[in-house]
């Protein structure tokens, strides 16, 4: 992923120094908070552009999303003094040269990110095959490009990112202001997971599964157990299974250990994981990358 601010020279020209680099201070603050968030790697950075590297493209993407999301927040905050980035992502393998990464697919990536406009995230066909059926990211395809240095052309893809807050609300919609329809319906499956939720919250825990035919309502059912149990103030952590070869094993829970360990102190962690440490970081690397002081499974 390469990140760049748009009319950085502008910022300085127009600001001045010292309110110059306040905003830039905003902006990596915000992008240094994402990339911890998704568990990414830092490259380098040249100051008003980042090159940032991740083992999964869902997480890359999220982070991008991430990003323009918490520029556009800081902007609405600040009005005076907004910044505006641009950001480009793609996927395959790199060479390592120290604490850099080389290789045509990083020169596609940089490529790829000069297409792209200020609050643009711009993808490449692979990176979004590598993705499958991501239902809750929408992409609009830019058609094909040429990029600089490469002769075949590229199809891009822009990736939605805008909350509520950030598109303008038409004030004759029934819809409540997070854009979501009422929820309506399913009153015993929610009546049951709201036990379950409670039982939690004492104490107790336990497995709940849900199935049910594509398209039937399983992930807005989940969606919305999940925000009443944040609401009582419960610590929510999601992970995906994706139908995709190579995929590594136990994903979800990969994903959702990930999490926790970005957002939760250290030495919690390590004692909520208590003696299974070692088996946790078997199939979760960066436990062990954490905590390297664990003994061996």
């Known amino acids: 992923?390469?990140?760049?601010?748009?009319?950085?020279?502008?910022?300085?020209?127009?600001?001045?120094?010292?309110?110059?680099?306040?905003?830039?201070?905003?902006?990596?603050?915000?992008?240094?908070?994402?990339?911890?968030?998704?568990?990414?790697?830092?490259?380098?950075?040249?100051?008003?552009?980042?090159?940032?590297?991740?083992?999964?493209?869902?997480?890359?993407?999220?982070?991008?999303?991430?990003?323009?999301?918490?520029?556009?927040?800081?902007?609405?905050?600040?009005?005076?003094?907004?910044?505006?980035?641009?950001?480009?992502?793609?996927?395959?393998?790199?060479?390592?040269?120290?604490?850099?990464?080389?290789?045509?697919?990083?020169?596609?990536?940089?490529?790829?990110?000069?297409?792209?406009?200020?609050?643009?995230?711009?993808?490449?066909?692979?990176?979004?095959?590598?993705?499958?059926?991501?239902?809750?990211?929408g992409f609009t395809d830019r058609k094909r490009v040429r990029l600089k240095g490469f002769t075949e052309r590229w199809r891009l893809w822009e990736v939605a990112w805008r909350t509520p807050q950030d598109t303008p609300v038409d004030k004759s919609s029934p819809e409540p202001a997070d854009g979501r329809t009422p929820y309506v319906g399913r009153s015993e499956e929610r009546a049951s997971l709201r036990r379950l939720v409670e039982r939690a919250t004492a104490g107790t825990g336990a497995l709940a599964l849900i199935a049910g035919e594509a398209g039937l309502g399983k992930t807005r059912l989940v969606e919305e157990t999940a925000r009443e149990a944040r609401a009582r103030g419960m610590f929510v952590v999601h992970g995906q299974c994706r139908d995709m070869e190579g995929a590594p094993p136990y994903l979800p829970f990969v994903e959702a250990i990930e999490y926790g360990l970005t957002v939760t102190a250290h030495e919690v962690f390590k004692s909520a994981m208590g003696e299974s440490g070692p088996e946790i970081a078997r199939f979760v690397p960066k436990v062990r990358l954490t905590f390297p002081d664990l003994p061996p499974p």
């Open 1 to 137: 992923m390469f990140t760049d601010v748009v009319g950085s020279v502008d910022l300085r020209q127009h600001h001045g120094e010292t309110v110059a680099h306040q905003i830039m201070s905003a902006h990596d603050a915000v992008v240094r908070g994402q990339i911890a968030e998704h568990a990414g790697q830092e490259i380098k950075t040249t100051g008003d552009s980042f090159m940032v590297a991740f083992d999964s493209a869902r997480k890359a993407v999220e982070c991008a999303v991430g990003i323009q999301r918490g520029l556009a927040s800081h902007n609405r905050g600040h009005p005076r003094q907004t910044v505006t980035v641009r950001i480009g992502l793609h996927t395959g393998e790199a060479i390592r040269s120290g604490q850099d990464l080389l290789g045509s697919n990083i020169d596609a990536a940089a490529r790829i990110m000069a297409r792209a406009e200020g609050e643009q995230i711009l993808v490449s066909d692979i990176l979004k095959a590598v993705l499958g059926a991501a239902k809750d990211l």
